[in-house]
């Protein structure tokens, strides 16, 4: 089983940046495939970004792409979501995920705030 646990949100003037970390423990990220989602009050978790388990493909929403970059680092366990060029709507609870197969798992979720 893996546990995530995501890290590095916060509140951000609009234009700025944060960088998101996952650090994951109880088993190797290496044979995951990895993604970053979002969700808002009241609404539905949205797809931002996914990395492939070698780190060699990656794809994004329309909505982040040229503003974020999803990377990771198998040998610390960690994938991370850099953020830049941020807006008020980016505003919301992000989520690191894991897949292997039909298998999926959940961080808490990490708060980012963009402040306009």
């Known amino acids: 089983q893996v546990q995530l646990v995501e890290s590095g949100g916060g509140l951000v003037q609009a234009g700025g940046s944060l960088r998101l970390s996952c650090a994951a423990s109880g088993r190797t990220l290496s044979n995951y495939a990895m993604g970053w989602f979002r969700q808002a009050p009241g609404k539905e978790r949205e797809f931002v970004a996914t990395i492939s388990w070698g780190g060699s493909s990656t794809s994004y929403a329309d909505s982040v792409k040229d503003r974020f970059t999803i990377y990771r680092d198998n040998a610390k366990n960690m994938v991370y979501l850099q953020m830049n060029s941020l807006k008020p709507e980016d505003t919301t609870i992000y989520y690191c995920?894991?897949?292997?197969?039909?298998?999926?798992?959940w961080g808490q979720g990490a708060q980012v705030t963009v402040s306009s």
């Open positions: 995920k894991c897949t292997k197969g039909a298998s999926n798992c």
